[in-house]
């Protein structure tokens, strides 16, 4: 399975910016997809996580300001990121949490930098 994402970029401070990331593969089921962050110098933070039946959750820093959502068709979620702050710049990173092959699996895609600045 292959994750990729696309979107990122620089976003003004109270604008917004939407990330995407798409798993492509053959015989898997997505449990749950995720996108995480990372600042310099630190460990990759959970933004927001979606199941496949739409359950949904955020951190605290961003509840309220993103939005995550998936296609389950085309096996893609999705990241609106709303009323950014410079705070949020970081590498943000899709992650899925899927099963195939009668076994439960964990990828990343690769990081892709988000910068809010003015």
């Known amino acids: 399975v292959q994750l990729q994402a696309s979107g990122g970029g620089l976003g003004q401070p109270g604008g917004s910016l939407r990330l995407s990331c798409a798993a492509s593969?053959?015989?898997?089921?997505?449990?749950?997809m995720s996108w995480y962050r990372k600042f310099p110098g630190n460990q990759r933070d959970l933004v927001a996580s979606?199941?496949?039946?739409?359950?949904?959750n955020y951190s605290d820093s961003v509840k309220g300001r993103f939005t995550i959502s998936m296609d389950n068709a085309k096996n893609t979620v999705y990241l609106q990121m709303d009323s950014l702050k410079p705070d949020d710049t970081a590498v943000y990173f899709c992650?899925?949490?899927?099963?195939?092959?009668?076994?439960?699996?964990?990828?990343w895609g690769k990081g892709t930098q988000v910068t809010v600045s003015s």
């Open positions: 979606i199941t496949s039946g739409g359950s949904t």
């Open positions: 593969g053959s015989d898997f089921s997505i449990n749950t």
């Open positions: 992650n899925v949490d899927l099963f195939q092959y009668s076994s439960s699996w964990v990828y």
